[in-house]
Nanobody
């Protein structure tokens, strides 16, 4: 069992920056070399979409094309915390951002982008970008 909690959402002006955090507890990387975490987001009326993912053991990363060059995913193993540094935000980034985790994730693009492949989810944190 893994429990994840997001924080850091809020209101920011277009062009600004924001950092999200997600702290995991339970069956995390200390027991599984395949542990991975990810960020997804969901805007009103839209499907949940992949943003970025990171593999705990070697910090391998995947990014959605829409955020490449603007968002950076990272993790602090000592704190069991994942971060999403977001910059050059625009209105299209407005959404609820969800943290996901899986102790045995197959870390390939075609798998990590699908919400159904992630076992544990947080409650979400709202990011609103004002123009």
């Amino acid at each position: 069992q893994v429990h994840v909690v997001e924080s850091g959402g809020g209101l920011v002006q277009a062009g600004g920056s924001l950092r999200l955090s997600c702290t995991a507890s339970g069956r995390t990387s200390s027991t599984s070399g395949d542990f991975a975490m990810a960020w997804f987001r969901q805007a009103p009326g839209k499907e949940r979409e992949f943003v970025a993912a990171i593999k705990w053991i070697d910090s391998s990363r995947h990014y959605a094309d829409s955020v490449k060059g603007r968002f950076t995913i990272s993790r602090d193993g000592a704190k069991n915390t994942m971060y999403l540094q977001m910059s050059i935000l625009n209105a299209n980034d407005t959404a609820a951002y969800y943290c996901a985790a899986d102790p045995a994730q197959l870390f390939v693009w075609t798998v990590v982008v699908r919400p159904g492949t992630w076992e544990y989810w947080g409650q979400g944190t709202q990011v609103t970008v004002s123009s």
